[in-house]
């Protein structure tokens, strides 16, 4: 069983930066991937930002320039700084990790959820 652990949300007001932590785990052999997705009320869950486990960062077209995504491999975690918050930025982030372990090849885990609200 694997599990993501996310930390970091809060009330920001716009212009102001927040770091979130997604932590992986449990039973891993390795982890192909992790992202940060995001969820605003009555809208579809959104990808925000993705590192692969080529080293290559994607990022939304709305986050561009403001957020950066890092991982430390040697914690099975990813970073999601997200700089210059603007209101429109508020919704609950979610982790996501694509991950082998015992059994299971390819397998996409989601954290709980962590509410990020920009104030304006």
Known sequence: Q???????????????????????????????????????????????????NSGSANYADPVKGRFTISRDNGKNTVYLQMNVLKPEDTAVYYCN??????GRFGRDYWGQGTQVTVSS
């Open 2 to 52: 694997v599990q993501l652990v996310e930390s970091g949300g809060g009330l920001v007001q716009a212009g102001g930066s927040l770091r979130l932590s997604c932590a992986a785990s449990g039973m891993i052999f390795s982890i192909n991937a992790m992202a940060w997705y995001r969820q605003a009320p009555g809208k579809q869950r959104e990808l925000v930002a993705m590192f692969t």
């Open 97 to 102: 990790a694509n991950v082998d372990s015992p």
